[in-house]
C-alpha cells in the first residue's frame, strides 16, 4: 500500500493546467497502489483549490494557507511542501516537473530521503512493483525505473496526461495544517520580472504553429514565417538552434527544453527534427515539413513533406494561402 | 571568488536516430558510432563560469567530473577553455550511479576543496536527463539554489541570475555562496578554444580523487532509482511528398492540402 500525496499549484483558488495531470497522474498511481490519494495546496485560496482537488480526484486535500506563500518563493515553498509530505504520512510526493518543479523536486527529495525521477510520462505495475517511464537520450528511447527508497518524489513532464475531469459529487476531508513558517530562511528573492512581450497567441495555445530552424540562415527568415503565421492566424516557434543564434527570443523555443505543443497543424520550415525538437511536438496533429534536404529526420515525423529551399516556397504559400482563404470566407 | 564547474560526459546527443541503438545486455546506448562529447549544458555553464572569472579579479575556475578515465576528455577540454584546475573524481564500483548520488559525491568533493563562492551545473544532462544534480547538491550543501539560468553577474556580495520564468524572464539575486543551473543562451554560447590554449590544456595536471579522499555517506551513495528496461519506441509517420517543378508549384500544391486538412 502507497499513499500519494499530489502538490497542487493553484492560483486564488484556480488549480493549473499543470495541477490537473498532476492529479489524474497521483490518483492513478494511489488506485493501483491500493493506497489513498490526498492533494496539499498551499497559498491564500487554498481552501477553494481544496475543493477543486477534491472534485479533481484527490480523497483528501491538506491546506497550507498562509500569507507568506502568497507569491511563489522557494525556500518557503520547499519547507511547505516537505512539511506537509512528512504530515500527510504518504509515501509518493508527486508534482508537476515544471517550471516550479524543477526548483523543488531534487531538493525535497534530499529532505526526505526518498528517490527522484522527474520528466515522468506514465507508469506500470510489474509484479506488484511500480515501473515509472521516462524518455531519455533526448527522446530517442524510453527507460523504466524502479525507486530504491521507502519513498519518491515524482516529477510529471506536462501535457504528457489528459487533466483530470471534474466531478462535483466527489466528497473528501479537508485539514489545514499548521506549519511554522518564517522568513528567516528566505535568500534568494525576486529582483526583476520581465514578462515576454509576446505578441498575439501563446505558443501553448496555438492551433496552429509555423517554426524556424537554423535552416532560415538569419532573423529575416523570421519575418517570412511571421507573414505566414499571419494569414494562418498562428503563432510562430523556433528550434533552439535558432534561439541560440539570438534570431529570436528563447520564449519561441519548442522541444524539451522549451514549449511543449500540441497544435492542430504544425510547419517545420528549415528544422531537421532533432529528437530534442520532437519530442516538443509529439501530440501535434499534422506536421508539415519543409527543408531542402529529403534526408532529414524531420521527414520521418511528418505528414507532408515539401523538398526544396524554403525561400521558393514560403512567400509564394503565404501569396497562395491568402488567395485561397480569401476566396473561401467569401 | 572560487568558481567550480560540474562537467558530465555525454553520449553525444546529436547522433541522429536512425545510428542510435540500445544494448538489451546493458540497457546502454551501443556506443560504437558515437561519440562521447561534454554535456551540452555543462558546457554552456563552463563557458559561463570562465566569462564571470575573466571579469571577476582574482577569480578561479576549478572544473570537476565525476567519471571514469575516458571522462578526461572533458576535463581537457575544460582547460582548453582556460580553466584553472581540473580534478576527477572516481571509484570503480560506482557504476550506476543516479543523480541523487552524483549530487551526494560532488557535494563531499566540493567540501573537501574548502567550499566554493559558486557552483555552477548545466540543468539537465543530455543522456539521462534528470535535471537533480543541481539542485541536490544546493541541498547537500546547505546553500541556495536558482535554476534555469541563462546569464550571472556579480554585484558586490551579491550573486544576480537571469532566468527562464513562466511567462518571460526573472533575475533572482543570491548571496554566495550558491547553486545556479545554466541553460543555453546566446550570452554562453560556448568558445572554439585557442589553438594555443588547447595545446597548453595537453600538459596540464589533472588532480584524481577516490571515495576515501572525501567523507562519503555510503547511503547516499547508493542509487536511488534503477533503472531496469530501455527501449526505442517506434513513431515513425509515413510522409507524403508533394510533387511540383518549382518553388510555387510546391506551394500551390501544400496550399491545396492544407485546405482540405480543414485545418485553417
Ligand atoms: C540537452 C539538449 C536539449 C535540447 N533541446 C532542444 C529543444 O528544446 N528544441 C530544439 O529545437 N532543439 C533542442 N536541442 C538541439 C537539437 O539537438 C538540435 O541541435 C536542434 O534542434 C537543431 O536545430 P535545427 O533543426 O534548426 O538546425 P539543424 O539541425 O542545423 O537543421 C537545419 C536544417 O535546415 C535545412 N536547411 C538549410 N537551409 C535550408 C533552406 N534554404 N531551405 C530549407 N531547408 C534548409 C537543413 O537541411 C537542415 O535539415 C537540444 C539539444 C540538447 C543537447
Ligand atoms: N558525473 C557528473 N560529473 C560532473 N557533473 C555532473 C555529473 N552528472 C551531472 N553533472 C552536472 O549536473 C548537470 C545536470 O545533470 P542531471 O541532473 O543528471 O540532469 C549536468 O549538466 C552537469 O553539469
Not at chain 2, 103 to 110: Q, V
Not at chain 2, 167 to 172: K, R, T
Given at each position: 500500500?502507497?499513499?500519494?500525496?499530489?502538490y497542487a499549484n493553484q492560483q486564488g483558488g484556480n488549480l493549473s493546467s499543470n495541477a490537473r495531470e498532476a492529479l489524474a497522474f497521483g490518483s492513478s498511481l494511489a488506485r493501483s497502489a491500493n493506497g489513498e490519494t490526498a492533494a496539499v495546496l498551499i497559498g491564500p485560496g487554498a481552501g477553494t483549490a481544496a475543493k477543486e482537488a477534491i472534485a479533481f480526484g484527490a480523497e483528501k486535500a491538506y491546506t497550507i494557507d498562509s500569507p507568506l506563500l502568497a507569491q511563489y518563493q522557494?525556500?518557503?515553498?520547499l519547507d511547505a511542501i516537505s512539511e506537509a509530505f512528512e504530515k500527510s504520512q504518504s509515501t509518493i510526493l508527486v508534482l508537476p516537473f515544471d517550471r516550479k518543479g524543477k526548483d523543488l523536486i531534487g531538493r525535497l527529495a534530499t529532505r526526505s530521503s526518498a528517490s527522484a525521477l522527474t520528466e515522468v510520462i506514465d507508469f506500470k505495475v510489474e509484479e506488484g512493483t511500480v515501473h515509472y517511464v521516462r524518455p531519455i537520450y533526448g527522446d530517442k528511447a524510453y527507460g523504466e525505473y524502479t525507486i530504491n527508497r521507502k519513498k519518491a518524489v515524482i516529477g510529471i513532464r506536462p501535457k504528457s496526461h489528459e487533466p483530470a475531469s471534474r466531478d462535483e459529487n466527489r466528497t473528501g476531508d479537508i485539514i489545514p495544517l499548521k506549519i511554522d513558517l518564517s522568513e528567516e530562511v528566505i535568500v534568494s528573492t525576486l529582483a526583476e520580472k520581465i514578462e515576454s512581450a509576446l505578441s498575439g497567441v501563446r505558443l501553448e495555445d496555438a492551433r496552429i504553429i509555423v517554426s524556424g530552424g537554423r535552416g532560415l540562415g538569419g532573423p529575416e527568415g523570421f519575418d517570412e514565417l511571421e507573414a505566414l503565421a499571419n494569414v494562418l492566424g498562428g503563432a510562430v516557434g523556433a528550434s533552439r538552434a535558432a534561439c541560440d543564434a539570438g534570431w529570436v527570443p528563447t520564449s519561441f523555443q519548442v522541444g524539451q527544453t522549451g514549449a511543449v505543443v500540441a497544435p492542430d497543424l504544425y510547419i517545420a520550415v528549415g528544422i531537421s527534427g532533432a529528437s530534442q525538437h520532437l519530442s516538443g511536438i509529439t501530440n501535434a496533429k499534422t506536421v508539415v515539413a519543409i527543408n531542402h534536404d529529403s534526408e532529414a529526420p524531420i521527414f520521418k515525423r511528418a505528414n507532408l513533406g515539401v523538398v526544396a529551399d524554403y525561400m521558393s516556397v514560403i512567400p509564394a504559400l503565404t501569396k497562395a494561402l491568402k488567395?485561397?482563404?480569401g476566396v473561401n470566407t467569401g | 571568488m572560487h568558481i567550480v564547474v560540474c562537467l558530465k560526459q555525454v553520449l553525444d546527443p546529436e547522433l541522429p536516430p536512425r545510428y542510435f541503438k540500445i544494448d538489451p545486455e546493458t540497457n546502454r546506448p551501443d556506443d560504437g558510432v558515437a561519440d562521447m562529447v561534454m554535456d551540452s549544458y555543462a558546457e554552456n555553464a563552463l563557458e559561463t563560469a570562465i566569462q564571470l572569472r575573466d571579469k571577476i579579479g582574482g577569480a578561479t575556475v576549478t572544473a570537476l567530473c565525476l567519471g571514469d578515465e575516458d571522462s578526461e576528455d572533458v576535463l581537457r577540454r575544460a582547460l582548453s577553455f582556460t580553466a584553472d584546475r581540473a580534478v576527477r573524481v572516481w571509484e570503480d564500483e560506482w557504476e550506476n550511479l543516479d543523480g541523487q548520488a552524483v549530487?551526494?559525491?560532488?557535494?563531499?568533493?566540493?567540501q573537501s576543496f574548502g567550499g566554493a563562492d559558486l557552483v555552477l551545473t548545466g540543468y539537465q544532462a543530455s543522456d539521462i536527463e534528470e535535471g537533480l544534480v543541481g539542485p541536490v547538491l544546493a541541498e547537500e550543501l546547505g546553500i541556495p539554489c536558482v535554476t534555469l539560468a541563462s546569464e550571472l553577474a556579480v554585484e558586490g556580495s551579491i550573486l544576480k541570475a537571469t532566468c527562464e520564468a513562466e511567462?518571460?524572464?526573472?533575475?533572482?539575486d543570491v548571496p554566495s555562496p550558491a547553486v545556479f543551473t545554466i541553460v543555453s543562451s546566446e550570452k554562453n554560447v560556448p568558445r572554439l578554444p585557442k589553438v594555443k590554449d588547447i595545446r597548453l590544456s595537453r600538459?596540464?595536471?589533472?588532480?584524481?580523487?577516490e571515495a576515501d579522499d572525501l567523507e562519503i555517506d555510503a547511503e547516499r551513495c547508493q542509487p536511488a532509482v534503477a533503472l531496469r528496461k530501455v527501449y526505442v519506441p517506434d513513431r515513425e509517420v509515413a510522409c507524403e511528398f508533394l510533387v511540383g517543378e518549382d518553388g510555387p508549384e510546391?506551394?500551390?500544391g501544400l496550399a491545396g492540402k492544407l485546405m482540405e486538412l480543414k485545418v485553417l
Open positions: 500500500m502507497a499513499n500519494v500525496l499530489i522557494v525556500e518557503l515553498y488567395k485561397r482563404m | 549530487g551526494h559525491i560532488l557535494a563531499r568533493t566540493i511567462n518571460g524572464y526573472q533575475v533572482i600538459s596540464k595536471p589533472i588532480e584524481e580523487l510546391l506551394a500551390s
